[in-house]
Structures are given as structure tokens and as C-alpha cells.
Nanobody, 127 residues
Framework: QVQLVESGGGLVQAGGSLRLSCAASASSLSTYAMGWFRQAPGKEREFVAAITRSTYHTYYPDSVKGRFTISRDNRQNTVYLQMDSLKPEDTAVYYC????????????????????WGQGTQVTVSS
């Protein structure tokens, strides 16, 4: 079972940028579809970005489209989330998620689609 470790969170002013990383223990990350989610205090976990396992197709909700970019480096077993033009409402704990996927070209947008999660990294955007 792959294990995930997020890093790169922190405090940033509105309009700033952060790059989150998700390091995976598996040597076969290319067999996993990956996603990022976030959860703010008192709110449900929210989908942020998804990427297919090897075709690198991506998908975003409207709330982050054009500001966030998910990418992956399967040789380095790492997935990234570049976050630009950050807003105070982006403040949350960000989680990386993985799903072993035998379907080329699929991405997944709900938390129940994933069965492996990282511990999360805090992102705080000040106004």
C-alpha cells in the first residue's frame, strides 16, 4: 500500500503562491490516479484537483480553476499542487490522495473514490 507525505504548506498573504508536494512511497506511482482535497474548519472535505495516472489529464472545480495546477513526476514518485493568486478562502488543511487505477485516462473527484490519504498540510492565507 502506498504511503503519502505532503509538504509545502505555510502562511502566505492574499495574492501569493505556494507549491505543495506529495511524496509517495510506491515505486509504481504511475499506476495511481492522484488528487488533492482540502478541508477548512467546520466544513466538509472539498475536491481541489485531480490528475490521471499516466496520461496526465487534469481536472479542477471552478473555485480553483485558473489558479491551481496539479502535476506529477512519476519518476520521482511525487505529485505537486501549484497554488497561485491565493485567497483567504483557500485557507484549509490540504490532503493528497491516491487510488490504484487500472483505467487509463480516468480522474476522480470525490473523496470516496480514493483509498489512500496523506496526513495533510496546513495552508493559511492572510488578507
Amino acid at each position: 500500500q502506498v504511503q503519502l507525505v505532503e509538504s509545502g504548506g505555510g502562511l502566505v498573504q492574499a495574492g501569493g503562491s505556494l507549491r505543495l508536494s506529495c511524496a509517495a512511497s510506491a515505486s509504481s506511482l504511475s499506476t495511481y490516479a492522484m488528487g488533492w482535497f482540502r478541508q477548512a474548519p467546520g466544513k466538509e472535505r472539498e475536491f481541489v484537483a485531480a490528475i490521471t495516472r499516466s496520461t496526465y489529464h487534469t481536472y479542477y472545480p471552478d473555485s480553483v480553476k485558473g489558479r491551481f495546477t496539479i502535476s506529477r513526476d512519476n519518476r520521482q514518485n511525487t505529485v505537486y499542487l501549484q497554488m497561485d493568486s491565493l485567497k483567504p478562502e483557500d485557507t484549509a488543511v490540504y490532503y493528497c490522495a491516491a487510488r490504484r487505477d487500472y483505467n487509463e485516462g480516468h480522474y476522480y473527484t470525490t473523496s470516496s473514490d480514493y483509498n489512500v490519504w496523506g496526513q495533510g498540510t496546513q495552508v493559511t492565507v492572510s488578507s
